[in-house]
T-cell receptor, first 113, second 113 residues
Framework: NAGVTQTPKFQVLKTGQSMTLQCAQD?????MYWYRQDPGMGLRLIYY???????DKGEVPNGYNVSRLNKREFSLRLESAAPSQTSVYFC????????????FGPGTRLTVL | AQSVAQPEDQVNVAEGNPLTVKCTYS??????LFWYVQYPNRGLQFLLK??????LVKGSYGFEAEFNKSQTSFHLKKPSALVSDSALYFC???????????FGAGTQVVVTP
């Protein structure tokens, strides 16, 4: 099992460009999450999907959109990238919400110039 | 609001000595607490969790954590640190039934030979 996979690993964008970060899990998990990690701030939740067909905002959703394409895949889209979105992005999944730990992907390092 | 605090940005310890990483929490209701570790350029890995029951929780790689309700703490411990334990450690609290996590800012652990 690959667990949680993310593509790409690295990306450089210019301000105003758009891109989609891809995430897939092969553990048959119901819940999926997108976080960003910035130095000294821990991880902050951008969006989550409690189950296939549902998505909801987290702590820092502005400037992002998500799609839960199916049970396996959960993508994050930046419509018009800004330098403030320079960060490391992590996708995670869990069997369901309460009590369960989350399993994290390797991350995407995004730089917006 | 549910939150956790990690009061130390960095912990330095000599190999073979005990390691403690501190975490305090603030929650309404029962706390569901987690510890994760992040090695350089990697995603987060789950170490252990407290849901209910025994206040001493044992986890991966020889780590354990002690839940203390009166002090609202959930400190991570290892009796004898290894150089390979050098990493970034995050404490997190589950904030709702959907499994969302609120992370602390992280503590960098440096173990010297």
């Amino acid at each position: 099992n690959a667990g949680v996979t993310q593509t790409p690993k690295f990306q450089v964008l210019k301000t105003g460009q758009s891109m989609t970060l891809q995430c897939a899990q092969d553990m048959n998990h119901n819940s999926m999450y997108w976080y960003r990690q910035d130095p000294g701030m821990g991880l902050r939740l951008i969006y989550y999907s409690a189950s296939e067909g549902t998505t909801d905002k987290g702590e820092v959703p502005n400037g992002y959109n998500v799609s839960r394409l199916n049970k396996r895949e959960f993508s994050l889209r930046l419509e018009s990238a800004a330098p403030s979105q320079t960060s490391v992005y992590f996708c995670a999944s869990s069997p369901s919400g309460r009590y369960n730990e989350q399993f994290f992907g390797p991350g995407t390092r995004l730089t917006v110039l | 609001a549910q939150s956790v605090a990690q009061p130390e940005d960095q912990v330095n310890v000599a190999e073979g000595n005990p390691l403690t990483v501190k975490c305090t929490y603030s929650v309404s209701g029962n706390p569901y607490l987690f510890w994760y570790v992040q090695y350089p350029n990697r995603g987060l890995q789950f170490l252990l969790k407290y849901i209910t029951g025994d206040n001493l929780v044992k986890g991966s790689y020889g780590f354990e954590a002690e839940f203390n309700k009166s002090q609202t703490s959930f400190h991570l411990k290892k009796p004898s640190a290894l150089v390979s334990d050098s990493a970034l450690y995050f404490c997190a609290v589950q904030t709702d039934s959907w499994g969302k996590l609120q992370f602390g800012a992280g503590t960098q652990v440096v173990v010297t030979p």
